[in-house]
């Protein structure tokens, strides 16, 4: 069984940053991917960005790209998600996800087996 759990949501203004940490336990793959999402209320879950086990990384949206940057350190198994010049319309839980299939995008969420419980992140003046 993998357990992701996820750290570092909370409150920041407008223009700030977080710095958001999943970290993975449980059964090792060869590959994986793993992925972050987000979901606001009203809306679908949305795909932020991923890296796989080889270092590749799947760039987010346009409204994302320079701002969320994704990372890992594989001595800690995790993966840090890092959020500058944040906006109020970032506010959402975030959730980490593992996919241990290469043959998908990786931008979808079922393309994903294993989620964390998901960490709150609310940007309000």
């Known amino acids: 069984q993998v357990q992701l759990v996820e750290s570092g949501g909370g409150s920041v203004q407008p223009g700030g940053s977080l710095r958001l940490s999943c970290a993975v336990s449980g059964r090792a793959f060869s590959w994986y991917r793993l992925g972050w999402f987000r979901q606001t209320p009203g809306k679908e879950r949305e795909f932020v960005t991923a890296v796989t086990s080889n270092g590749d990384v799947t760039s987010p949206a346009d409204s994302m790209k320079c701002r969320f940057t994704i990372s890992g350190d594989n001595a800690k198994n995790t993966v840090y998600l890092r959020m500058d010049n944040l906006k109020t319309e970032d506010t959402g839980v975030y959730s980490c996800?593992?996919?241990?299939?290469?043959?998908?995008?990786?931008?979808?969420?079922?393309?994903?087996?294993?989620w964390g419980q998901g960490t709150q992140v609310t940007v309000s003046s």
């Open positions: 996800a593992l996919s241990w299939n290469r043959n998908t995008s990786g931008r979808s969420p079922p393309h994903y087996t294993y």
